[in-house]
């Protein structure tokens, strides 16, 4: 029988709301026992002899790099004597979570993450089923070496693909301009396909070697937004930004300015607030803006890369083939 470890982290699947009719108000308050009896461990009998441990409860919303390495020195420690890790976790920022521990955590043995969309006391709440699909999943032996992964409602995503795209619906995760790695019924698993881009075992990054990591910012462009951005972030010693820009990574004739000024200082990845891929020197210049393209990584896991790349010491160019890679 396989062996998984269960890390609960907290978020709406370890909460109660005080009336089951409502989804949104809700405390957090279960443990990682507690979450195992949302399911009840019997639905486990001849699946998998599951442990649970408890990381964090906390709202996703307030996770910071330092709880993320954490996370991932204790997953890959616990890896070394498990066959697969689940983490409950708030859905809120879980696609950041994942992409952090797809980078950093060197093992082919699976670790999926889920959470719900509705409070474990809800009526019509998904945290059951999302536990028992994660711990399935985990357990069959098909996701080895398919990187992290989400399993949110039937869905096995790609942590470097997933989005969450909506607030409150149990279908708020989508592997954007993608497809599901693998899909879930009934505990039956079906593989499609695995990710190519660099992840986990081949990851040159280790969570184990990092203590802390460098700060990088987001910046969001919209109409009008202020220039003054960059200077703060300079001031503030970042070592890195990240620019959501509109369109294709477009920038305004002031934010380019001012990319011109600090990039030789800071490294600059451009990314786009929309979906799909920003192209390296299309409709922006990025040798003479000197600018590191993001591709189709959206700002908030650029951000996660850029930061690993930064704490590596890589080169602006390095930078460049990193995001071509992972
Ligand atoms: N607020 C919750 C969080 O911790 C949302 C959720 O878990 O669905 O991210």
Known sequence: MKKIHL?????TIASLSPDP???????????GEAVLAVLGRDKLAGIAEVTAEDILRMDSASLTP??????????SEVLEECDGVVITHGTDTMEETAYFLNLCVNSSKPVILTGSMRPASAVSSDAALNIYNA?????????????VL?????????????????????DAFTPVEMGSIAQITDGTIELYYRPVRKHTAESAFDCRMIETLPEVRILYAYAGA????FDHCVEKKCAGIVIAGVGNGNLSSSWKDQVKKYAP???????????GSV????????????TVCGGNLSAQKARILLMFALAKGLSSAEIQQVFEQY
Not at 25 to 30: E, I, Q
Not at 66 to 75: D, N, P, Q, S
Not at 152 to 164: Q, T
């Open 279 to 290: 192209n390296r020197n299309g409709s922006q210049d990025d040798d003479a803006l000197g």
């Open 66 to 75: 330092a709880h993320w390495l954490t996370l991932a020195k204790r997953v």
């Open 226 to 229: 202020p220039a003054d951005w």
């Open 150 to 170: 989400i399993s949110m409602n039937g869905l096995f995503i790609a942590a470097r693909d997933a989005r969450k795209i909506h607030p409150t619906r149990p």
């Open 21 to 31: 009719l409502s989804c949104t108000n809700y405390r957090t308050v279960l443990d």
């Open 7 to 11: 890390l609960a982290v907290g978020g």
């Open 265 to 275: 200082q800071l490294a600059i990845v451009r990314c786009t607030r929309a979906n």
């Open 135 to 147: 711990i399935s999943g985990a357990a069959s032996g098909k996701l080895d070496n398919c990187g």
